[in-house]
Protein backbone atom coordinates (compact mmCIF):
# COMPACT_ATOMS: atom_id res chain seq x y z
CA UNK A 1 0.00 0.00 0.00
CA UNK A 2 1.28 3.44 -1.04
CA UNK A 3 0.68 6.06 1.38
CA UNK A 4 0.20 9.53 -0.94
CA UNK A 5 2.89 12.09 -0.07
CA UNK A 6 1.85 15.26 1.55
CA UNK A 7 3.10 18.93 1.27
CA UNK A 8 4.14 18.84 4.29
CA UNK A 9 6.07 15.90 3.37
CA UNK A 10 8.01 17.74 0.17
CA UNK A 11 9.03 21.01 2.21
CA UNK A 12 12.42 21.45 2.86
CA UNK A 13 13.62 22.10 6.03
CA UNK A 14 14.44 25.78 6.52
CA UNK A 15 12.47 28.91 7.75
CA UNK A 16 9.66 30.82 5.88
CA UNK A 17 9.98 34.39 4.34
CA UNK A 18 7.48 35.26 7.25
CA UNK A 19 9.78 33.92 9.98
CA UNK A 20 12.39 35.09 8.82
CA UNK A 21 10.98 38.94 8.52
CA UNK A 22 9.41 38.63 11.87
CA UNK A 23 13.09 38.18 13.42
CA UNK A 24 14.82 41.10 11.19
CA UNK A 25 11.92 43.42 12.25
CA UNK A 26 12.91 42.82 15.87
CA UNK A 27 16.45 43.10 15.08
CA UNK A 28 15.68 46.55 13.84
CA UNK A 29 13.94 47.51 17.01
CA UNK A 30 16.25 45.83 19.26
CA UNK A 31 19.05 48.34 17.30
CA UNK A 32 17.12 51.36 17.64
CA UNK A 33 16.62 51.20 20.99
CA UNK A 34 20.02 50.41 21.97
CA UNK A 35 21.52 53.22 19.38
CA UNK A 36 19.19 56.21 21.42
CA UNK A 37 20.54 55.01 24.89
CA UNK A 38 23.86 55.08 23.60
CA UNK A 39 23.45 58.45 21.89
CA UNK A 40 21.82 59.87 25.33
CA UNK A 41 25.41 58.94 27.20
CA UNK A 42 27.65 60.26 24.63
CA UNK A 43 25.46 63.62 25.39
CA UNK A 44 25.92 63.44 28.90
CA UNK A 45 29.77 62.45 28.76
CA UNK A 46 30.03 65.76 26.25
CA UNK A 47 28.31 67.79 29.10
CA UNK A 48 30.44 66.59 31.69
CA UNK A 49 33.19 66.94 30.40
CA UNK A 50 32.56 70.32 28.97
CA UNK A 51 32.23 71.41 32.09
CA UNK A 52 35.45 69.65 33.69
CA UNK A 53 37.25 71.99 31.01
CA UNK A 54 35.46 74.90 32.21
CA UNK A 55 36.99 73.94 36.45
CA UNK A 56 40.27 72.92 35.09
CA UNK A 57 40.16 75.95 32.86
CA UNK A 58 39.71 78.09 36.27
CA UNK A 59 42.02 76.00 38.30
CA UNK A 60 45.16 76.55 35.92
CA UNK A 61 44.26 80.38 35.99
CA UNK A 62 44.35 80.46 39.73
CA UNK A 63 47.84 78.25 40.04
CA UNK A 64 49.02 80.70 36.99
CA UNK A 65 48.01 83.77 38.61
CA UNK A 66 49.52 82.76 42.12
CA UNK A 67 53.14 80.89 40.00
CA UNK A 68 53.55 84.26 37.95
CA UNK A 69 52.32 87.13 40.60
CA UNK A 70 50.45 88.54 37.16
CA UNK A 71 46.54 88.45 37.20
CA UNK A 72 44.89 85.22 35.05
CA UNK A 73 41.76 85.15 33.54
CA UNK A 74 39.59 82.74 32.15
CA UNK A 75 37.28 84.16 29.45
CA UNK A 76 34.01 82.41 28.17
CA UNK A 77 31.78 83.35 25.64
CA UNK A 78 28.02 82.56 25.26
CA UNK A 79 28.57 80.01 22.38
CA UNK A 80 30.80 77.88 24.61
CA UNK A 81 34.46 78.94 23.25
CA UNK A 82 37.31 78.66 26.23
CA UNK A 83 39.69 81.18 26.20
CA UNK A 84 42.72 81.77 28.54
CA UNK A 85 43.66 85.31 28.97
CA UNK A 86 46.32 86.97 30.80
CA UNK A 87 44.81 90.44 32.08
CA UNK A 88 47.80 93.32 32.65
CA UNK A 89 45.51 96.03 33.06
CA UNK A 90 44.27 96.69 36.81
CA UNK A 91 40.73 96.87 36.02
CA UNK A 92 40.25 93.09 34.37
CA UNK A 93 36.08 93.91 34.30
CA UNK A 94 37.34 96.61 31.52
CA UNK A 95 38.27 94.00 29.23
CA UNK A 96 34.44 92.05 29.33
CA UNK A 97 32.36 92.14 26.01
CA UNK A 98 29.13 91.57 25.36
CA UNK A 99 28.36 88.24 25.52
CA UNK A 100 31.16 86.68 27.66
CA UNK A 101 32.28 85.77 30.82
CA UNK A 102 35.12 86.92 31.95
CA UNK A 103 36.51 85.55 35.83
CA UNK A 104 40.00 86.74 36.91
CA UNK A 105 42.34 85.38 39.61
CA UNK A 106 44.47 87.54 41.49
CA UNK A 107 48.49 86.70 42.44
CA UNK A 108 47.47 86.39 46.09
CA UNK A 109 44.58 83.80 44.99
CA UNK A 110 41.37 85.21 45.08
CA UNK A 111 39.27 86.25 42.46
CA UNK A 112 36.72 88.17 40.78
CA UNK A 113 34.26 85.47 41.80
CA UNK A 114 30.51 84.75 40.34
CA UNK A 115 28.35 82.07 39.39
CA UNK A 116 27.71 80.42 35.82
CA UNK A 117 24.88 78.79 35.00
CA UNK A 118 25.32 75.90 32.57
CA UNK A 119 22.06 75.58 30.91
CA UNK A 120 22.16 71.83 28.99
CA UNK A 121 20.44 68.47 29.53
CA UNK A 122 22.85 67.67 32.56
CA UNK A 123 22.94 71.80 34.05
CA UNK A 124 24.80 72.96 36.78
CA UNK A 125 26.09 75.70 38.46
CA UNK A 126 29.59 76.64 39.07
CA UNK A 127 30.31 78.75 41.93
CA UNK A 128 34.02 81.02 41.59
CA UNK A 129 34.60 81.76 45.29
CA UNK A 130 35.44 85.54 45.39
CA UNK A 131 38.19 85.39 48.18
CA UNK A 132 39.87 82.02 48.23
CA UNK A 133 39.28 81.59 43.94
CA UNK A 134 37.64 77.70 45.21
CA UNK A 135 35.32 76.86 42.40
CA UNK A 136 32.60 74.49 43.54
CA UNK A 137 29.68 72.37 41.47
CA UNK A 138 26.05 72.40 42.41
CA UNK A 139 23.79 70.29 40.42
CA UNK A 140 20.95 71.50 38.71
CA UNK A 141 17.44 69.61 38.53
CA UNK A 142 17.38 67.51 35.97
Request: hydrophobic share 40%; charged share 20%; proline share 5%.
Amino acid sequence: MLCSRTAFDRRSPGFSLLEVMVVLILIALASGLAVTRIGAGQDAAENRNAMQDIVSALASARRGAIRSGQPRSVQLSQDGRLTLLTIETPNPRAEQSAGTILVTFLPDGSSTGGRIALLSPMSATLTIDRFVGGVTIEPGNE
